[in-house]
Protein backbone atom coordinates (compact mmCIF):
# COMPACT_ATOMS: atom_id res chain seq x y z
CA UNK A 1 0.00 0.00 0.00
CA UNK A 2 1.84 3.57 -1.10
CA UNK A 3 1.72 6.81 1.55
CA UNK A 4 2.34 4.20 4.94
CA UNK A 5 0.64 6.66 7.99
CA UNK A 6 -1.80 8.61 5.70
CA UNK A 7 -5.69 7.83 5.40
CA UNK A 8 -6.76 6.68 1.83
CA UNK A 9 -10.35 6.35 1.13
CA UNK A 10 -11.12 3.33 -1.49
CA UNK A 11 -13.48 3.29 -4.10
CA UNK A 12 -17.33 2.85 -3.46
CA UNK A 13 -18.38 -0.77 -2.97
CA UNK A 14 -22.05 -2.37 -1.91
CA UNK A 15 -21.48 -4.33 1.36
CA UNK A 16 -21.60 -8.41 1.24
CA UNK A 17 -24.49 -8.11 4.35
CA UNK A 18 -27.05 -5.57 3.15
CA UNK A 19 -27.55 -2.83 0.06
CA UNK A 20 -25.47 -0.18 1.84
CA UNK A 21 -23.25 1.32 -0.59
CA UNK A 22 -20.04 1.82 1.70
CA UNK A 23 -16.52 3.33 1.38
CA UNK A 24 -13.31 2.92 3.17
CA UNK A 25 -10.95 4.65 4.94
CA UNK A 26 -7.44 2.63 5.66
CA UNK A 27 -3.94 3.11 6.78
CA UNK A 28 -1.12 1.20 6.63
CA UNK A 29 0.82 0.94 9.63
CA UNK A 30 4.65 0.96 9.88
CA UNK A 31 7.10 0.47 12.64
CA UNK A 32 9.55 2.95 14.05
CA UNK A 33 12.14 2.06 11.13
CA UNK A 34 9.41 2.82 8.71
CA UNK A 35 8.71 -0.81 7.22
CA UNK A 36 5.03 -1.51 6.63
CA UNK A 37 3.69 -4.41 8.99
CA UNK A 38 0.41 -3.83 8.58
CA UNK A 39 -3.32 -1.85 7.46
CA UNK A 40 -6.41 -1.09 9.64
CA UNK A 41 -9.39 -0.01 8.07
CA UNK A 42 -12.87 1.14 8.83
CA UNK A 43 -16.00 1.47 6.47
CA UNK A 44 -18.60 4.09 6.86
CA UNK A 45 -21.99 3.98 4.48
CA UNK A 46 -22.37 6.99 1.93
CA UNK A 47 -25.91 7.81 3.66
CA UNK A 48 -24.31 8.37 7.18
CA UNK A 49 -21.36 10.49 5.39
CA UNK A 50 -24.22 12.45 4.10
CA UNK A 51 -26.67 12.98 6.83
CA UNK A 52 -23.64 14.30 9.01
CA UNK A 53 -22.89 16.03 6.59
CA UNK A 54 -26.46 17.84 6.43
CA UNK A 55 -25.65 18.85 10.04
CA UNK A 56 -22.43 20.77 9.26
CA UNK A 57 -23.37 24.31 8.95
CA UNK A 58 -21.00 26.17 6.16
CA UNK A 59 -20.54 30.26 5.89
CA UNK A 60 -22.79 31.50 3.83
CA UNK A 61 -25.57 28.86 4.16
CA UNK A 62 -23.68 26.51 1.54
CA UNK A 63 -22.93 22.75 0.96
CA UNK A 64 -20.45 20.07 0.70
CA UNK A 65 -19.57 17.32 -1.58
CA UNK A 66 -16.88 14.77 -1.70
CA UNK A 67 -15.79 13.04 -5.14
CA UNK A 68 -13.31 10.18 -5.14
CA UNK A 69 -10.15 9.88 -8.02
CA UNK A 70 -12.93 8.26 -10.33
CA UNK A 71 -15.43 11.49 -10.56
CA UNK A 72 -17.81 9.63 -8.02
CA UNK A 73 -19.93 11.69 -5.35
CA UNK A 74 -19.33 10.13 -2.43
CA UNK A 75 -20.65 12.40 -0.11
CA UNK A 76 -23.47 15.03 -0.68
CA UNK A 77 -26.36 16.54 0.77
CA UNK A 78 -28.49 16.08 -2.14
CA UNK A 79 -29.38 12.00 -1.67
CA UNK A 80 -30.03 11.79 -5.69
CA UNK A 81 -26.48 12.59 -6.03
CA UNK A 82 -24.76 10.17 -3.44
CA UNK A 83 -22.81 7.70 -6.03
CA UNK A 84 -23.29 8.60 -9.26
CA UNK A 85 -20.85 10.23 -11.31
CA UNK A 86 -19.37 14.16 -10.92
CA UNK A 87 -20.51 16.39 -14.08
CA UNK A 88 -18.72 19.64 -14.53
CA UNK A 89 -20.44 22.20 -15.47
CA UNK A 90 -19.51 24.41 -18.33
CA UNK A 91 -21.54 27.63 -16.81
CA UNK A 92 -18.66 27.88 -14.23
CA UNK A 93 -15.42 30.39 -14.57
CA UNK A 94 -12.81 30.72 -12.10
CA UNK A 95 -12.22 33.45 -10.59
CA UNK A 96 -8.76 32.25 -8.50
CA UNK A 97 -6.63 29.96 -6.63
CA UNK A 98 -5.10 29.52 -3.51
CA UNK A 99 -2.55 26.68 -2.71
CA UNK A 100 -5.07 23.75 -3.09
CA UNK A 101 -8.49 25.78 -3.54
CA UNK A 102 -9.61 26.71 -6.52
CA UNK A 103 -12.46 29.38 -6.85
CA UNK A 104 -15.10 29.27 -9.59
CA UNK A 105 -18.19 31.21 -9.80
CA UNK A 106 -21.69 31.23 -11.90
CA UNK A 107 -24.62 33.40 -11.38
CA UNK A 108 -26.39 31.10 -8.78
CA UNK A 109 -23.17 30.04 -6.60
CA UNK A 110 -19.28 30.23 -5.45
CA UNK A 111 -17.62 26.76 -6.31
CA UNK A 112 -14.94 26.09 -4.46
CA UNK A 113 -12.37 22.88 -5.25
CA UNK A 114 -10.06 21.72 -2.05
CA UNK A 115 -7.73 18.58 -3.42
CA UNK A 116 -7.27 16.29 -0.77
CA UNK A 117 -4.12 13.73 -2.36
CA UNK A 118 -3.87 11.20 0.72
CA UNK A 119 -7.72 10.66 0.61
CA UNK A 120 -7.90 9.96 -3.48
CA UNK A 121 -10.22 12.71 -4.63
CA UNK A 122 -11.93 16.28 -3.50
CA UNK A 123 -13.97 18.35 -1.26
CA UNK A 124 -16.78 20.56 -3.25
CA UNK A 125 -18.06 23.29 -1.28
CA UNK A 126 -20.84 25.55 -2.53
CA UNK A 127 -21.84 29.19 -1.68
CA UNK A 128 -24.64 31.31 -2.77
CA UNK A 129 -23.14 34.02 -4.85
CA UNK A 130 -25.64 36.71 -3.32
CA UNK A 131 -24.80 35.89 0.25
CA UNK A 132 -20.66 35.87 -0.51
CA UNK A 133 -20.42 39.18 -2.57
CA UNK A 134 -22.39 40.77 0.22
CA UNK A 135 -19.49 39.94 2.16
CA UNK A 136 -16.71 41.12 -0.22
CA UNK A 137 -18.25 44.32 -0.98
CA UNK A 138 -17.20 44.80 2.57
CA UNK A 139 -13.58 43.62 2.50
CA UNK A 140 -10.94 43.59 -0.11
CA UNK A 141 -9.93 39.97 1.95
CA UNK A 142 -13.44 38.83 2.00
CA UNK A 143 -12.46 36.27 -0.71
CA UNK A 144 -9.40 35.29 1.27
CA UNK A 145 -11.50 34.65 4.43
CA UNK A 146 -14.07 32.27 2.80
CA UNK A 147 -11.17 30.02 1.16
CA UNK A 148 -9.46 29.79 4.62
CA UNK A 149 -12.74 29.15 6.46
CA UNK A 150 -13.89 26.15 3.91
CA UNK A 151 -10.58 25.41 4.18
CA UNK A 152 -10.07 24.90 7.70
CA UNK A 153 -13.41 23.68 8.35
CA UNK A 154 -12.80 20.46 6.12
CA UNK A 155 -9.03 20.42 7.97
CA UNK A 156 -10.76 19.88 11.41
CA UNK A 157 -13.87 17.54 10.04
CA UNK A 158 -11.22 15.14 8.57
CA UNK A 159 -9.07 15.57 12.24
CA UNK A 160 -11.82 14.79 14.04
CA UNK A 161 -12.95 11.74 11.79
CA UNK A 162 -9.45 10.33 11.74
CA UNK A 163 -8.72 10.66 15.67
CA UNK A 164 -12.71 9.32 16.70
CA UNK A 165 -12.47 6.55 14.07
CA UNK A 166 -9.09 5.52 13.17
CA UNK A 167 -6.19 6.49 15.04
CA UNK A 168 -7.62 6.34 18.71
CA UNK A 169 -8.87 3.16 18.43
CA UNK A 170 -5.68 1.95 16.17
CA UNK A 171 -3.26 2.91 19.25
CA UNK A 172 -5.44 1.84 21.88
CA UNK A 173 -5.29 -1.50 20.15
CA UNK A 174 -1.37 -1.04 19.38
CA UNK A 175 -1.23 -0.50 23.40
CA UNK A 176 -3.23 -3.07 24.39
CA UNK A 177 -1.51 -5.99 21.97
CA UNK A 178 1.98 -4.32 23.88
CA UNK A 179 1.16 -5.13 27.36
CA UNK A 180 -0.52 -8.57 26.41
CA UNK A 181 3.30 -9.26 24.66
CA UNK A 182 5.11 -7.95 27.58
CA UNK A 183 3.74 -10.52 30.13
CA UNK A 184 4.83 -14.62 30.08
CA UNK A 185 1.19 -15.76 28.34
CA UNK A 186 -0.55 -13.45 26.30
CA UNK A 187 -3.40 -11.65 27.66
CA UNK A 188 -6.80 -10.53 26.79
CA UNK A 189 -7.29 -7.37 25.31
CA UNK A 190 -10.13 -4.61 26.43
CA UNK A 191 -10.83 -1.87 23.51
CA UNK A 192 -13.28 1.42 23.72
CA UNK A 193 -14.44 1.04 20.05
CA UNK A 194 -16.55 -0.70 17.36
CA UNK A 195 -17.05 -2.28 14.35
CA UNK A 196 -14.26 -4.28 13.32
CA UNK A 197 -11.96 -3.07 16.24
CA UNK A 198 -14.68 -4.57 18.49
CA UNK A 199 -14.90 -8.22 16.05
CA UNK A 200 -10.96 -8.26 16.03
CA UNK A 201 -11.14 -7.97 20.24
CA UNK A 202 -13.40 -11.03 20.39
CA UNK A 203 -11.57 -13.27 18.49
CA UNK A 204 -8.22 -12.39 20.25
CA UNK A 205 -9.61 -12.99 23.16
CA UNK A 206 -11.07 -15.84 22.34
CA UNK A 207 -7.54 -17.20 20.98
CA UNK A 208 -6.23 -16.49 24.41
CA UNK A 209 -8.92 -18.18 26.32
CA UNK A 210 -7.91 -21.17 24.04
CA UNK A 211 -4.27 -20.64 24.71
CA UNK A 212 -4.51 -20.67 28.40
CA UNK A 213 -6.98 -23.98 28.25
CA UNK A 214 -3.76 -25.41 26.46
CA UNK A 215 -1.24 -24.05 28.31
CA UNK A 216 -2.66 -25.38 31.73
CA UNK A 217 -3.32 -29.02 30.02
CA UNK A 218 0.61 -29.01 28.76
CA UNK A 219 1.59 -28.03 32.28
CA UNK A 220 -0.72 -31.01 34.10
CA UNK A 221 0.88 -33.65 31.62
CA UNK A 222 4.47 -32.11 32.23
CA UNK A 223 3.76 -31.82 36.06
CA UNK A 224 2.38 -35.61 36.03
CA UNK A 225 5.46 -36.96 34.01
CA UNK A 226 8.47 -34.71 36.21
CA UNK A 227 6.20 -35.90 39.47
CA UNK A 228 6.57 -39.56 37.95
CA UNK A 229 10.11 -39.63 37.07
CA UNK A 230 11.58 -38.02 40.58
CA UNK A 231 9.34 -40.18 42.58
CA UNK A 232 11.28 -42.88 40.52
CA UNK A 233 14.49 -41.84 41.88
CA UNK A 234 13.37 -41.80 44.94
CA UNK A 235 12.73 -44.94 44.92
CA UNK A 236 16.24 -46.18 44.40
CA UNK A 237 17.67 -43.41 46.51
CA UNK A 238 15.43 -44.49 49.46
CA UNK A 239 14.98 -40.67 50.53
CA UNK A 240 12.40 -39.08 51.86
CA UNK A 241 10.19 -36.77 49.16
CA UNK A 242 9.83 -34.01 51.81
CA UNK A 243 13.99 -33.68 50.56
CA UNK A 244 12.53 -32.84 46.82
CA UNK A 245 9.67 -30.38 48.13
CA UNK A 246 12.31 -28.56 50.79
CA UNK A 247 14.99 -27.80 47.63
CA UNK A 248 12.35 -26.98 45.62
CA UNK A 249 11.19 -24.26 47.77
CA UNK A 250 15.21 -23.35 48.73
CA UNK A 251 15.03 -22.67 45.00
CA UNK A 252 12.37 -20.43 45.07
CA UNK A 253 13.34 -18.53 47.62
CA UNK A 254 17.07 -18.35 46.46
CA UNK A 255 16.48 -16.91 43.14
CA UNK A 256 14.17 -14.34 44.38
CA UNK A 257 16.42 -13.17 46.56
CA UNK A 258 18.56 -13.42 43.27
CA UNK A 259 16.68 -11.15 41.71
CA UNK A 260 16.23 -8.44 44.33
CA UNK A 261 20.01 -8.30 45.11
CA UNK A 262 21.18 -8.18 41.52
CA UNK A 263 18.19 -6.86 39.42
CA UNK A 264 20.93 -6.37 36.33
CA UNK A 265 21.29 -9.90 36.44
CA UNK A 266 17.76 -10.81 37.22
CA UNK A 267 16.49 -14.44 36.17
CA UNK A 268 13.37 -13.82 34.44
CA UNK A 269 9.95 -15.39 36.25
CA UNK A 270 9.40 -17.85 33.62
CA UNK A 271 12.91 -19.22 34.41
CA UNK A 272 12.22 -19.37 37.98
CA UNK A 273 8.74 -21.15 37.48
CA UNK A 274 10.85 -24.05 35.55
CA UNK A 275 13.72 -24.19 37.88
CA UNK A 276 10.79 -24.93 41.01
CA UNK A 277 9.34 -27.57 38.44
CA UNK A 278 12.27 -29.51 37.60
CA UNK A 279 14.39 -29.32 41.12
CA UNK A 280 13.03 -32.93 41.94
CA UNK A 281 14.49 -34.22 38.72
CA UNK A 282 18.31 -33.15 39.75
CA UNK A 283 19.11 -36.45 40.95
CA UNK A 284 17.09 -38.98 38.60
CA UNK A 285 20.39 -40.26 37.13
CA UNK A 286 20.76 -42.40 40.30
CA UNK A 287 18.50 -45.03 39.00
CA UNK A 288 21.41 -45.46 36.72
CA UNK A 289 23.93 -46.21 39.57
CA UNK A 290 24.20 -49.83 41.32
CA UNK A 291 22.27 -50.57 44.04
CA UNK A 292 25.40 -51.27 45.96
CA UNK A 293 27.35 -47.89 45.43
CA UNK A 294 23.82 -45.78 45.91
CA UNK A 295 22.37 -47.66 49.00
CA UNK A 296 26.12 -48.01 50.42
CA UNK A 297 26.14 -46.79 54.02
CA UNK A 298 30.04 -46.39 54.76
CA UNK A 299 32.09 -44.13 52.49
CA UNK A 300 32.76 -44.24 49.03
CA UNK A 301 35.77 -46.11 47.46
CA UNK A 302 37.34 -43.64 44.83
CA UNK A 303 35.78 -46.52 42.28
CA UNK A 304 32.56 -45.98 43.34
CA UNK A 305 32.86 -42.23 43.75
CA UNK A 306 33.91 -42.35 40.21
CA UNK A 307 31.05 -44.79 39.45
CA UNK A 308 28.64 -42.16 41.35
CA UNK A 309 29.76 -39.10 39.12
CA UNK A 310 28.34 -40.63 35.95
CA UNK A 311 24.76 -40.01 37.67
CA UNK A 312 25.01 -36.40 35.80
CA UNK A 313 25.00 -37.67 32.78
CA UNK A 314 22.20 -40.61 33.32
CA UNK A 315 20.40 -37.83 34.17
CA UNK A 316 21.08 -36.19 31.15
CA UNK A 317 20.31 -38.92 28.56
CA UNK A 318 17.11 -39.72 30.67
CA UNK A 319 15.80 -36.03 30.31
CA UNK A 320 17.09 -35.62 26.95
CA UNK A 321 14.34 -38.50 25.94
CA UNK A 322 11.92 -37.02 27.80
CA UNK A 323 11.96 -33.45 26.64
CA UNK A 324 12.51 -34.32 23.09
CA UNK A 325 8.78 -33.48 21.93
CA UNK A 326 8.33 -30.49 24.32
CA UNK A 327 9.11 -27.45 22.02
CA UNK A 328 9.51 -25.21 25.05
CA UNK A 329 13.16 -24.31 25.06
CA UNK A 330 13.69 -22.60 27.77
CA UNK A 331 11.93 -25.57 29.79
CA UNK A 332 14.47 -27.59 28.36
CA UNK A 333 17.77 -25.63 28.59
CA UNK A 334 16.73 -25.04 32.29
CA UNK A 335 16.36 -28.75 33.47
CA UNK A 336 19.19 -30.35 31.39
CA UNK A 337 21.42 -27.32 33.22
CA UNK A 338 19.81 -28.51 36.50
CA UNK A 339 20.37 -32.27 36.05
CA UNK A 340 24.10 -31.99 34.37
CA UNK A 341 25.56 -29.47 36.24
CA UNK A 342 24.04 -29.11 39.54
CA UNK A 343 27.66 -30.74 40.82
CA UNK A 344 29.94 -28.33 39.02
CA UNK A 345 32.11 -26.22 41.46
CA UNK A 346 32.82 -21.98 41.35
CA UNK A 347 36.76 -22.90 40.94
CA UNK A 348 36.46 -25.37 38.40
CA UNK A 349 37.19 -28.77 40.28
CA UNK A 350 33.60 -30.05 40.34
CA UNK A 351 31.78 -32.39 37.53
CA UNK A 352 31.42 -33.52 34.64
CA UNK A 353 32.51 -31.04 32.92
CA UNK A 354 35.06 -28.68 35.57
CA UNK A 355 32.80 -25.95 34.16
CA UNK A 356 34.11 -22.61 36.31
CA UNK A 357 32.27 -19.60 37.39
CA UNK A 358 30.08 -17.57 35.08
CA UNK A 359 30.06 -21.02 32.76
CA UNK A 360 28.08 -22.83 35.23
CA UNK A 361 24.37 -21.48 34.42
CA UNK A 362 22.80 -19.59 37.38
CA UNK A 363 20.01 -21.94 37.73
CA UNK A 364 22.89 -25.22 38.68
CA UNK A 365 24.59 -22.95 41.25
CA UNK A 366 21.47 -22.55 42.66
CA UNK A 367 20.33 -25.80 43.05
CA UNK A 368 24.05 -26.80 44.50
CA UNK A 369 23.58 -24.41 47.18
CA UNK A 370 19.83 -25.16 47.83
CA UNK A 371 20.66 -29.30 47.36
CA UNK A 372 24.32 -28.97 49.92
CA UNK A 373 22.40 -26.93 52.09
CA UNK A 374 19.45 -29.47 53.06
CA UNK A 375 22.17 -32.36 52.67
CA UNK A 376 23.93 -30.65 55.67
CA UNK A 377 21.00 -30.23 57.66
CA UNK A 378 18.84 -33.35 57.52
CA UNK A 379 19.77 -36.47 59.33
CA UNK A 380 21.02 -39.44 57.20
CA UNK A 381 21.61 -42.99 58.30
CA UNK A 382 25.18 -42.13 57.88
CA UNK A 383 24.85 -38.87 59.87
CA UNK A 384 23.27 -37.22 62.10
CA UNK A 385 21.40 -33.56 61.14
CA UNK A 386 23.33 -31.29 61.80
CA UNK A 387 22.62 -27.42 62.90
CA UNK A 388 21.58 -24.34 60.61
CA UNK A 389 24.53 -23.06 62.37
CA UNK A 390 26.76 -25.35 61.14
CA UNK A 391 25.49 -25.35 57.60
CA UNK A 392 26.38 -21.26 57.49
CA UNK A 393 29.53 -22.00 58.76
CA UNK A 394 30.00 -24.89 56.10
CA UNK A 395 28.68 -22.86 53.23
CA UNK A 396 30.47 -19.87 53.90
CA UNK A 397 33.37 -21.36 54.27
CA UNK A 398 33.29 -22.36 50.53
CA UNK A 399 32.59 -19.35 48.80
CA UNK A 400 35.03 -18.66 46.16
CA UNK A 401 35.59 -22.68 45.50
CA UNK A 402 32.01 -24.45 45.80
CA UNK A 403 29.79 -21.45 45.63
CA UNK A 404 29.62 -18.33 43.66
CA UNK A 405 30.97 -14.91 46.15
CA UNK A 406 27.14 -13.29 44.85
CA UNK A 407 24.80 -16.57 46.02
CA UNK A 408 26.80 -16.37 49.36
CA UNK A 409 25.30 -13.31 49.48
CA UNK A 410 22.24 -13.94 48.62
CA UNK A 411 22.15 -16.96 51.08
CA UNK A 412 23.19 -14.81 53.88
CA UNK A 413 20.22 -12.66 53.11
CA UNK A 414 17.83 -15.88 53.02
CA UNK A 415 19.46 -18.37 55.15
CA UNK A 416 16.38 -17.30 58.61
CA UNK A 417 13.82 -18.33 55.62
CA UNK A 418 15.94 -21.65 54.65
CA UNK A 419 15.72 -22.48 58.72
CA UNK A 420 12.07 -21.72 58.72
CA UNK A 421 11.44 -24.50 55.93
CA UNK A 422 14.05 -26.99 57.21
CA UNK A 423 12.07 -26.54 60.07
CA UNK A 424 8.66 -27.00 58.94
CA UNK A 425 8.98 -29.71 56.71
CA UNK A 426 11.69 -31.58 58.79
CA UNK A 427 11.80 -35.38 57.84
CA UNK A 428 9.99 -37.45 60.72
CA UNK A 429 10.40 -41.31 61.35
CA UNK A 430 13.58 -41.79 58.71
CA UNK A 431 12.97 -45.18 56.99
CA UNK A 432 15.85 -44.75 53.94
CA UNK A 433 18.64 -47.50 54.14
CA UNK A 434 20.85 -45.00 52.33
CA UNK A 435 20.76 -41.94 50.28
CA UNK A 436 22.98 -39.26 47.97
CA UNK A 437 22.43 -35.85 47.69
CA UNK A 438 24.25 -33.06 46.10
CA UNK A 439 26.18 -32.31 48.66
CA UNK A 440 26.08 -36.16 50.41
CA UNK A 441 27.71 -37.68 47.11
CA UNK A 442 31.13 -35.71 47.81
CA UNK A 443 30.41 -35.46 51.62
CA UNK A 444 30.14 -39.17 51.77
CA UNK A 445 33.06 -39.77 49.27
CA UNK A 446 35.70 -37.71 51.79
CA UNK A 447 34.34 -39.09 54.76
Not at 18 to 27: E, P, T
Not at 54 to 64: I, N, P, R, S, V
Not at 301 to 321: D, Q, V, W
Not at 411 to 439: A, R
Request: with cysteine; charged share 25%.
Amino acid sequence: MENPGTVQITPAYTSVTNSDVNIAFVVALQDENGVPYGVLGIDVTLNELSEQMKKQQLTYDGFMEFVDSNGVILISPIAEDINTNYTEDESYQQVGNYENVNIEKNDNYYKMTYSQESWGGHFVAYAPVADVETQLNRTLLSQLLVSMTILLFMEICGIIFIELYIRRPANELIGALKRSYATITPQKIHLRAHGEFRQFESQYNQLVDDLHKRETEVKKIRNVATSSLSYLALLRDQETGLHLLRASKYVELIAHAYNELFPEKAISEIKIEYMVECTPLHDIGKVGIHDNILQKKGKLTCSEFEEMKKHAFFGKIALETFVKDIRDEEFIRTSLNLVYSHHERWDGTGYPERLAGDAIPIEAQIMTLADTYDAITSKRVYKPAYSHEAAIESITAACGTQFNPDLIDVFLKVEQKMKEISIEMKDHDLTEIGGFEQGDDQQKSSE
